[in-house]
């Protein structure tokens, strides 16, 4: 049973990174054929996926994040992280990360969410 597992900081200051990192458990970030994503929810804008690191490390984001965001993995940890860079108060929303067996795309099956963990930017 793959399970994971959201960390980081729950308020950020504007203009700041924010830093999430997602612990899994039950199964290797590197097994083919996983995608390990990042997805945000907010009452303004619903569900919003940002984007993934792949079971190979390749990485791939939302266009209108990409200015912003990265993924990186730590395999010897079993551990992906966000860094999203110049927040402002719209990036508030409840972080998930979430595993697939296929590329996410909409719709797509996320089989694995974590709990989620709320993220604050102050004003």
């Known amino acids: 049973q793959v399970q994971l597992q959201e960390s980081g900081p729950g308020l950020v200051n504007p203009s700041q990174t924010l830093s999430l990192t997602c612990t899994v458990t039950?199964?290797?970030?590197?097994?083919?054929?996983?995608?390990w994503s990042w997805i945000r929810q907010s009452p303004e804008k619903g569900l919003e996926w940002i984007g993934y690191?792949?079971?190979?490390?390749?990485?791939y984001y939302t266009p209108s994040l990409k200015s912003r965001a990265s993924i990186s993995r730590d395999t010897s940890k079993n551990q992906f992280t966000l860094h999203l860079n110049s927040l402002d108060p719209e990036d508030a929303a409840v972080y998930y990360c979430?595993?697939?067996?296929?590329?996410?795309?909409?719709?797509?099956?996320?089989?694995?969410w974590g709990r989620g963990t709320q993220v604050t930017v102050s004003s």
């Open positions: 690191i792949a079971y190979n490390g390749n990485a």
């Open positions: 039950g199964e290797s970030i590197t097994t083919n054929y996983y995608w």
């Open positions: 979430a595993a697939s067996g296929e590329v996410p795309h909409v719709n797509a099956d996320f089989g694995s």
